[in-house]
C-alpha cells in the first residue's frame, strides 16, 4: 500500500467516521468531532495528492458494487492536485468551524453532511468510470445542497438561493451525464482509446463543457454561485468557492484533453471566450457589489473565467503544435487555482468572522472594524492583496504566467489564434486593473474609516479556532506568493503531461 492508497483510505475513513459520530453526538461536542474530523480528512486527502504527484498512482475496481464497470478509482498526478488542494482547503475550514458552527449551525444533519462533502470532493478527481464519477459528482452536490439549505427556517432567502442551486447543480448533472453516455463507454480506460467520430466527440464535449462550467460559475449557468455561495455557512462558502468550483475545471481538463484527446481548434476558442467573458463580468458584478460575501462571489466567477482562459490558450497553442505554451498556459491555469484556493478560503472565512463580529455582511453599514478586530483585519487584508493580482500577492504569479503565455502565442499560426491572443491578454489586464479597484473598496469600507452603524461600533473579535483557519490559509498565500518555485515544477510536469508538450 503506497501512500496515495494509504491517504485516500485514511480520508474516506475518518470522513465517514466522523460524519457518523456527528449525526449520533449530543449537540455540544458535534462541532469539535466534524471541524477535528474534517480536518484530518483532508490532511489525509493533502497527503494522497501529494504522493499522486510526485509520481505515485493508485488503482481500486469493484465491478460487483456498480452496474457496467463497477466502481473503479485511478489517482494520477492531475487528479491528485486537486484532491491535494481539496484536502488543504478542508483543514482551514474544519479548523474554522469548530466555533464558527456554535452559532445555531450544530445540527445533526448539518454537521454531518459537512465531512461527507469533503470525502465526496476528495473521490471526483479519483474517479475511473463514468458510473463512479457520476455517483460521486452527485453525492457533492447533495451533500453541499443541504449545507447551502442550513438556515433556511431562519431565513427565507436562503431557501431561493437553495432552490436555485439544486435547479443549476442538476442541469449540470444531467448534460455531464447525457455527454459521456454519448461515447458509449464506461471505463475511461476504454474511452481514452476509443476512436470516437469528430460528431460524436463534438457533442460529448459541448455536453460536458455546459456541466462542468455550471459547476465551475461560469457564464451563463452562474446564477446559482453569487445566491448560493453568499447565503451558506461562511466555512461552507470558503468549501464551494475554493475547492468545489475547481473540480469544474477539472472536468474540462479530463474529459477535453485527456478522455478526448485535445479536439479541434474551436473548442478552446469556446473556452477561452467563455473564460474572458466571465473574468471580466465578474469582476464587473463584484466591483459594484456591497453585499460582502456577494461580492466574493462573483469574485469566484472572475478567478475560475481566468482558470478557463489559460486552458482555452492550452487548447489552442497544442492544437496549433505548440506545446511548449500550451504547457505554460496550463500550468499558469493549475498555479491559479492554487492561489484562488488559498486567497477564497481567507476572504470567505474572513468574512464569515465579520458577520460573526457584526452581525451583518452589508459593507454599507460597516467600516472600523480594524480597532475592534485588528487580526481580522489583518488576515482580510492580506487576503484582499493576494486577489488584486498586485505583487506579492498570489495572484499576481499566476496572472503574470498566463499573460506571458498569451503574449508569446501572439505569432502561432493561425487567424482565431492572432485574433483571440490579443483580446484575452486586454480581458486579464482588465480584470486584473478592476480587481484592485474591487478589493480596496471592500477592504477600505469595510474595515478601514469610521464605523457606520451601531454592528460596527460594537463587534468583537472572533475566537481562537476560527483565527486559526484563517492563519492556515494566510499561510499558504504567504507561500505560493513568495515561493511559487516550490509547486511549479510539479504543476509544469502536470500540464506537460496533460499537453502533450
Request: hydrophobic share 55%; glycine share 12%; net charge positive.
Amino acid at each position: 500500500m503506497n501512500f496515495v492508497e494509504a491517504g485516500l483510505a485514511a480520508a474516506v475513513a475518518v470522513g465517514v467516521f466522523s460524519a457518523v459520530l456527528a449525526s449520533v453526538g449530543p449537540a455540544r461536542v458535534r462541532p469539535a468531532v466534524t471541524g477535528i474530523g474534517t480536518a484530518f480528512t483532508g490532511a489525509a486527502g493533502v497527503a494522497a495528492g501529494v504522493a499522486a504527484l510526485t509520481g505515485q498512482t493508485f488503482s481500486l475496481s469493484l465491478p460487483a458494487v456498480l452496474p457496467l464497470s463497477g466502481v473503479s478509482f485511478t489517482l494520477d498526478a492531475l487528479g491528485g492536485l486537486f484532491v491535494a488542494v481539496t484536502g488543504a482547503v478542508a483543514i482551514a475550514t474544519g479548523i474554522y468551524g469548530i466555533s464558527y458552527a456554535r452559532g445555531g449551525l450544530d445540527s445533526r444533519g448539518l454537521q454531518a453532511a459537512f465531512p461527507v462533502f469533503v470525502v465526496a470532493m476528495l473521490l471526483v478527481p479519483a474517479a475511473a468510470s463514468v458510473g463512479t464519477f457520476l455517483v460521486c459528482w452527485e453525492l457533492m452536490a447533495l451533500a453541499s445542497l443541504l449545507l447551502v439549505l442550513a438556515e433556511h427556517r431562519r431565513r427565507p432567502e436562503v431557501a431561493r438561493a437553495g432552490r436555485w442551486y439544486a435547479v443549476m447543480t442538476h442541469l449540470g448533472l444531467i448534460t455531464i451525464l447525457i455527454g459521456l453516455l454519448v461515447t458509449g463507454e464506461d471505463s475511461f480506460a476504454a474511452l481514452r482509446s476509443a476512436h470516437l467520430p469528430a460528431s460524436t466527440a463534438n457533442v460529448v464535449f459541448v455536453l460536458t463543457l455546459a456541466g462542468f462550467s455550471s459547476k465551475a460559475g461560469i457564464l451563463p449557468l452562474h446564477a446559482w454561485l453569487p445566491r448560493a455561495h453568499p447565503e451558506a455557512p461562511s466555512h461552507v462558502s470558503a468549501l464551494m468557492s475554493a475547492s468545489m468550483v475547481n473540480l469544474g475545471v477539472y472536468g474540462i481538463v479530463r474529459v477535453g484533453f485527456d478522455l478526448l484527446g485535445g479536439g479541434p481548434r474551436w473548442w478552446w476558442l469556446l473556452v477561452l471566450a467563455l473564460g474572458a467573458v466571465s473574468a471580466v463580468y465578474g469582476i464587473l458584478q463584484a466591483a459594484m457589489g456591497t453585499d460582502l460575501k456577494q461580492l466574493l462571489g462573483y469574485s469566484t466567477t472572475e478567478n475560475m473565467g481566468l482558470v478557463l482562459v489559460g486552458v482555452g490558450a492550452a487548447g489552442l497553442f497544442a492544437s496549433s503544435g505548440r506545446r511548449d505554451l500550451a504547457g505554460l498556459a496550463l500550468a499558469a491555469a493549475l498555479l491559479h487555482v492554487l492561489g484562488h484556493a488559498a486567497f477564497k478560503t481567507l476572504l470567505f472565512l474572513g468574512a464569515g468572522s465579520v458577520v460573526h463580529g457584526t452581525g451583518t455582511r452589508d459593507l454599507d453599514v460597516l467600516g472600523g472594524l480594524r480597532a475592534r478586530m485588528p487580526v481580522t483585519t489583518a488576515l482580510f487584508g492580506w487576503g484582499a492583496l493576494a486577489a488584486s493580482a498586485l505583487p506579492p500577492g498570489t495572484a499576481f504569479v499566476s496572472e503574470w504566467l498566463l499573460v506571458q503565455a498569451l503574449i508569446h502565442g501572439l505569432p502561432a499560426a493561425g487567424v482565431a489564434t492572432a485574433i483571440a491572443m490579443p483580446l484575452a491578454v486586454a480581458a486579464v489586464a482588465l480584470t486584473a486593473g478592476l480587481a484592485v479597484a474591487t478589493f480596496v473598496k471592500a477592504f477600505g469600507v469595510g474595515f478601514l474609516a469610521r464605523p457606520r452603524g451601531t454592528a460596527a461600533e460594537h463587534a468583537h473579535e472572533s475566537p481562537p479556532s476560527m483565527l486559526a483557519g484563517m492563519g492556515l490559509a494566510a499561510l499558504a498565500c504567504v507561500v505560493l506568493a513568495v515561493l511559487p518555485g516550490l509547486v511549479l515544477p510539479a504543476l509544469g510536469r502536470v500540464a506537460a503531461n496533460v499537453a502533450g508538450a
